[in-house]
Nanobody, 116 residues
Framework: QVQLVESGGGYAQPGESLKLYCAAS????????MGWYRQAPGKERELVAT???????HESDFAGDRFLIARNMVKNTVDLEIRNLEPEDTAVYYC??????????WGQGIQVTVSS
């Protein structure tokens, strides 16, 4: 079994930065992809960025240079820094660890609210 614990996030004003943290524990192995998704109110969950077990980065078109993902393969953590926050970044952010279709784990979600 795998557990994901998320932290960080919260409230911020436009232009500020926030960091999200995710730590995985349990039987993970070496073939796990880890990353972040988000779900804004009234919208579907979407990829922000993920790092594969081989170290390849997959990110959304909107990620650009505002979303910085950092994965530590040894500690089984994945962090996300969101720079120059925009109101449109308001969403629940989810950490995901994917090994296979039957071993697909999600964190509980963490709220990010951007408002002036």
């Amino acid at each position: 079994q795998v557990q994901l614990v998320e932290s960080g996030g919260g409230y911020a004003q436009p232009g500020e930065s926030l960091k999200l943290y995710c730590a995985a524990s349990g039987s993970i192995g070496s073939d796990a992809d880890m990353g972040w998704y988000r779900q804004a109110p009234g919208k579907e969950r979407e990829l922000v960025a993920t790092v594969t077990s081989n170290g390849f980065l997959h990110e959304s078109d909107f990620a650009g240079d505002r979303f910085l993902i950092a994965r530590n393969m040894v500690k089984n953590t994945v962090d996300l820094e969101i720079r120059n926050l925009e109101p449109e970044d308001t969403a629940v952010y989810y950490c995901r660890l994917y090994i296979s279709r039957t071993r697909d784990y999600w964190g509980q979600g963490i709220q990010v609210t951007v408002s002036s």
